[in-house]
Nanobody
Framework: QMQLQESGPGLVKPSQTLSLTCTVS??????????WSWIRQPPDKGLEWIGY???????FYGPSLKSRTSISRDASKNQFTLQLSSVTPEDTAVYFC????????????WGQGTQVTVSS
């Protein structure tokens, strides 16, 4: 059974870099032709797609956060990581990792989500 699990600090100070890891079990992140995304949901707002890393390691980011976002992976650990730099309180959100069977936002597996609060 495919499972995704987010991990990382729940509290980050303004101007610092938020770093989260998604650990995948039940399947490999290098398997054709899956895409592995980060998505967030700020309080009282809708879901916002941040970006993805593909089965071959290519990345693509959403326009609103592109300048501050980096997604990477460690295939040996079956993990992929989000780094969001220069965070502000507006980056407070529940962060999810998810899998899609193609480059479109149709996700078949999600992590449970992790709350990240940006505050001094």
């Amino acid at each position: 059974q495919m499972q995704l699990q987010e991990s990382g600090p729940g509290l980050v100070k303004p101007s610092q870099t938020l770093s989260l890891t998604c650990t995948v079990s039940g399947g490999s992140i290098t398997t054709n032709y899956y895409f592995w995304s980060w998505i967030r949901q700020p309080p009282d707002k809708g879901l916002e797609w941040i970006g993805y890393i593909s089965y071959y390691g290519g990345t693509f980011y959403g326009p609103s956060l592109k300048s501050r976002t980096s997604i990477s992976r460690d295939a040996s650990k079956n993990q992929f990581t989000l780094q969001l730099s220069s965070v502000t309180p507006e980056d407070t959100a529940v962060y999810f990792c998810a899998r899609s069977p193609n480059a479109y936002p149709a996700y078949d597996y999600w992590g449970q989500g992790t709350q990240v609060t940006v505050s001094s």
